[in-house]
């Protein structure tokens, strides 16, 4: 394919029109008739596809378009497929089993989604990954959750929002190291800023789950006897078992990439399969690491909660990133978001409006690339000049990136951390969202501080400035 130097640049009205039309579809075919987000993405697409194609606009500059979308998305697609592995050969390895059976003998069921929120969220600070800490101690918890009674979504939403929570506080984090580098603001004087807006949306997500947590429905002890029994007899329950989960939280504090990270937790999980599982051949392995841990017979119970991971299971959410990225190349490429985000400059003329405007141009890059990278670097470049020019330290600027991209991404159906959130928890996106009060109250935190304690230290800032000069 031949590279094209051409610019392609949607008007304002035509790019508020593809916005527009984009939505209706998706919101009338993905909700009124609850298809699969992959057919109308798909039908978006084609419609974007070929309504370039009139504008004139080149094959070229269409692939050119689709490739560049599709490209930041092969690395989470590859994470994709080795947390499938990952998760299966820990099924098999009794690690799944005994973090289960370990929560069930120390967690309280009123205190079950608070607790869950609160692991989560410092096993994301330790790990500096959302993702690693989802299809961990998520998968854990889920079937912990499910065992007391918890709906998936409630459960789920506790997950997300702890995992997130480190995800933001973290120093190893890998978005809050590009909002840093975007914004060129000191890391860790950015995770001092972030605590202002954290502390209060953490606290108030605790408070919701542990008013949720005791108000639902839960299971009764002998039940959760019974499940204890029936692992302890199916499983090598035993502090041996959670070796791999050792060997994978090593790796990330030692800044080891995701990928190898993953590689080496599923293969130290294997080993122990080998070794507890005799004859486990060959042909088993490939068999387990493909179409995931089956578990058949006995107790409907165990085998829910001990059955899934596989590279199978991920395809079809790889299939919904490759095409919700498509759609996004397009976007980009004919010039769709940054005239959209260009569009909102002019109406800056404050801090709070330039905080408001940097959110919605990130929370508008999610819904409509899906891929959070790029919702921190689009609004990052766009509006970095304008805090220089408004005298608003940039500090605000990589908060507010970091609430509106890394955290507004998990709840985007068809976003990578959306899509990664359904398919790792088993659970509907359009219904897991409405328990993830973290990700909404960051966001939130950050605006209400935006036109509040930010506005005035500017205008005080202002005022000191305007008496010096008059003083000279």
Known sequence: MKNS?????FSLWESLMVMVVMFAILGTMIIKYQLSPQVPILFVFTILLFYGRIKKI????????VSDGVAPGIIPILIFLMIGILVASWLKSSTIATMMYIGFNSLSAKLFLPTVFIICGLIGITVGSAFTTISTMGIAFMGIGHVLGFPAPVTAGAIISGAFLGNNMSPL?????????????????HLKNMTFTVVPAATLSLIAFAIIGNTSKTSDLKSIQNIMSQLSASYNISWVSLLPIAILLLLAWRKVPAIPTLLLGAISALVLVFFEDRPFTIQQMGSLLMNGNKVSGGSAVISRLMSGGGILNMLSSVSLIIIALALGGLLIKFGVV?????????????????ILATLIGSIGVNFLVGEQYLSIILPGETFKDSYDRLGVDRKYLSRTLATGGADVNSLVPWGV??????????VNP????GYAFYPYLNPLMTLILGFTFVTWRYRKASRQNTTKTLEQ
Do not use: H, Q
């Open 417 to 426: 951390s959306g899509v990664f959130c359904a398919a790792t928890l088993g």
């Open 430 to 433: 359009f219904e897991y969202v």
């Open 338 to 354: 940054n005239t959209l985000i260009a569009s909102m400059k002019d109406l800056i003329g404050t801090p709070g409006r330039l």
């Open 58 to 65: 080149s094959w070229d500059d269409i692939f050119d378009g």
């Open 5 to 9: 130097s051409t610019k392609i640049r």
């Open 173 to 189: 984090s890998d978005t809050s190291n590009l909002t840093t580098g975007i914004a060129k603001v000191n890391l860790y004087t």
